[in-house]
């Protein structure tokens, strides 16, 4: 045997990787609510063993620590990342598409529903004594309330549609800042593990990245092998990617930038000025499939697939913001038209001309008087911010100038706001009684072939329905992409999470380890002791 203290230095190895064992655990205890960390463990083996001068053999020289891992299972991080940016984008639905659904306010008394009957009981009181001044009021002030309730849905989808394009600016900050990050980490682990040690607690903090990131928009990720170390480990490179465009490259970072849109390039007619569209900074478009990112854009840009105002852009197929703002614009204009001039429209493209508003006759009209006053009861709201008059409305021209109207500029004309007398309900001149236009215009209210989807009620009915049904889709589908995600997290927990009671249990185990290997050096010193000291005594 080699050595004369080679005892010694056998129970040191032992005393060592205890010790070093023991720092792990405390590690892991330290760290055991730390968001990503996951649980370390020290790789200890044999040391190498030493042949004996008589040639029967070899003999072990003690243990030792050739390293530090980390446990992690890649593939429970892969499936993470990529179920996660699907609950991203159905969570960011969920919440905004909750937002629209609570504007219809439905059912309540303050409703469409309730609106538009309040509107129409008062045609029908106005119709038990149509020269009653005071009536002819309450009919002008629901026509008001009615216009306005469409002029408030408008703005307020025209300000979601700000809030969530600001929303996607703040997560391209976020996206650039957690690119950035994570090249600066890349960085870091390449130089600490240079010399061949594992840089766990640093990939830690790249994974926790990583995992915010995937839930914004998606990535794929890869850590490639690239060449040798100086110490013959592995050379990797580390690379998210987001629709196959680079974001991350090691140690560089391709960051994602915002342009407004002119007034040429917008998606949608309907679409508020200024929206950002999303490109890298190399100039190329970026092309946003998930995350959270997808579901802001989806609800900002969404008009159901329709063709965009160049003529040959589409705009996404998911019913967003445009498509709710683009009905309303059709049931003013379709309402307003059926209201004013008694035209509608069949599905199978046939006109029905009834007898509409401007077909009646004023209540102080003589009875010489041979046409109707022509008094538009609907227009909208003009570039001085007041109602146009009838004369003004017709001005306007085009092929239809109810395609003029918007629901956030629909309004009672100028003439009904300045006159009650202009409120048209007979079909012929003097006749106060009379009767016909307004009996017409009340029998509109119930009219099926004003819309494809029926009368006035049942299409905003439907309207309501369909933001109703996504938005229950959007509910489930986040809550079952939250159960897989919930799952995945589990069996990461199970793999890499600490665990108190398990750490304890080796705390005692190494701690009896040192013990004994201290206790050994303690009986080796004795016998050295015996031989050096007291042989020949």
């Not at 227009?379 to 956030?408: C, H, Q, R, V, W």
Request: glycine share 8%.
């Amino acid at each position: 045997m080699r050595g004369s203290f080679f005892g010694l230095n056998v129970a040191l190895t032992g005393l060592y990787s205890a010790q070093r064992n023991l720092n792990v655990v405390n590690h892991n205890i330290s760290n055991a609510n730390t968001p990503g960390f996951s649980r370390q463990y020290a790789v200890q083996s044999a040391a190498t063993p030493i042949p004996l001068y008589d040639g029967t053999g070899m003999v072990g020289t003690g243990s030792e620590v050739v390293g530090v891992k980390r446990m992690r299972d890649e593939f429970l991080d892969y499936k993470y990342w990529s179920e996660n940016k699907t609950y991203g984008e159905w969570l960011a639905k969920q919440e905004l598409l909750a937002d629209l659904e609570a504007t219809f306010n439905e059912p309540s008394n303050s409703g469409f529903t309730a609106v538009i009957g309040d509107f129409y009981n008062a045609l029908q009181e106005l119709s038990k004594d149509p020269g009653n001044q005071s009536v002819r009021a309450l009919v002008r002030q629901q026509g008001i309330t009615l216009a306005k309730y469409f002029n408030n849905l408008a703005s307020h989808y025209e300000k979601l549609q700000a809030d969530v394009n600001q929303r996607i600016q703040i997560k391209v900050d976020e996206i650039n800042s957690l690119a950035s990050q994570i090249q600066q980490l890349n960085r870091q682990i390449y130089i600490s593990e240079l010399d061949g040690n594992a840089a766990n607690d640093l990939r830690d903090r790249r994974t926790l990245l990583v995992d915010k990131l995937s839930q914004i928009v998606n990535i794929e990720t890869n850590e490639i092998i690239v060449g040798k170390l100086p110490n013959g480990e592995n050379a990797t490179r580390f690379s998210i990617t987001i629709s196959g465009h680079t974001l991350v490259d090691h140690f560089t970072v391709n960051k994602l930038v915002l342009k407004q849109r002119d007034a040429d390039s917008k998606l949608n007619a309907e679409d508020i000025p200024n929206l950002y569209d999303i490109y890298w900074d190399d100039g190329n478009s970026a092309i946003i499939r998930g995350g959270e990112l997808r579901g802001y854009l989806d609800i900002r840009d969404g008009n159901d697939g329709k063709v965009g105002i160049d003529g040959s852009t589409l705009s996404p197929s998911y019913k967003g913001i445009p498509y709710y703002i683009r009905k309303l614009n059709e049931f003013v204009r379709v309402f307003a038209k059926a209201f004013n001039e008694g035209q509608i429209v069949n599905r199978d493209g046939t006109v029905t001309d009834l007898l509409g508003h401007a077909d009646g006759y004023r209540p102080d009209s003589g009875a010489g008087d041979t046409s109707p006053a022509g008094i538009r009861f609907f227009t909208m709201i003009g570039n001085d911010g007041k109602p146009m008059s009838s004369a003004d409305f017709l001005n306007l021209g085009g092929s239809d100038i109810y395609e003029n109207i918007t629901a956030k500029l629909f309004a009672v004309s100028f003439d009904v706001m300045d006159d009650l007398n202009a409120i048209c309900t007979s079909g012929a001149s003097g006749e106060l009684e009379n009767k016909d236009v307004l009996d017409s215009i009340l029998k509109m209210r119930h009219n099926t072939h004003m819309f494809s989807e029926g009368a006035p009620e049942d299409f905003m009915k439907s309207l309501v329905a369909t933001i109703g049904i996504d938005s229950q889709q959007a509910i489930r589908y986040s809550d079952n992409q939250k159960a897989i995600v919930n799952q995945i997290v589990s069996r990461r927990m199970s793999v890499s999470g600490v665990s108190i009671d398990e750490e304890v249990t080796n705390l005692v185990k190494f701690q009896n380890a040192y013990n004994a290997s201290a206790r050994m050096i303690t009986t080796m010193a004795e016998i050295y002791d015996t031989l050096i000291n007291r042989m020949g005594v």
